[in-house]
């Protein structure tokens, strides 16, 4: 069969096919994805095969790794050269279930699973993203301080690992 590039006129137009490549035996990299040009938190457009495909170096799993937006015509095409390039690393499929329970041993927080709107950024552990010296007057923000100030919550959602993996007798 004959390949051939999309039309130079191919853009991403918001709709798309996400994709993540991650874990300790990810893919290496290609060379514009390496450590030291996408350091974690950042984001660059690469290719691979034909497409144009945004790569951010962050994932939701818990391991680093790349969330690969590729512009859907060309999601299968994409997908074949991940394949491909897999072979020698092992590459396996994890599906959604799998990426939560990988997301779940970060402790990552997941709004409306974990966490929503009944909680404060304290009692979810996400006291560190909040920007504590930021001059907004934003609803809700003396009663969060108040919180702060008075140290561990009432209720707190927790990260915990148990000490032996098979369940007691």
Known sequence: AVRRAPSAGSRWLGRGCPM????PRRLAPPAALSDASCPV??????????????????????????ALYIPA????????????????FGLVHAGLHAMNACRMEKAYRHWGDDIGIEDTPIEAGLGFAVAWDKAVDLLGRAALLRQREQGMPARRLVQFRLAHADPAP
């Open 73 to 88: 015509e060309l999601a299968l095409h994409v997908y074949e050269r991940i394949l491909d390039a897999g072979l020698e």
């Open 20 to 23: 993540v490549r991650a874990g």
């Open 41 to 66: 938190g950042t984001s660059q457009s690469i290719g691979i095969g034909y497409a144009q495909v945004r790569a951010s170096r962050l994932t939701y799993v818990g391991e680093l790794g790349w």
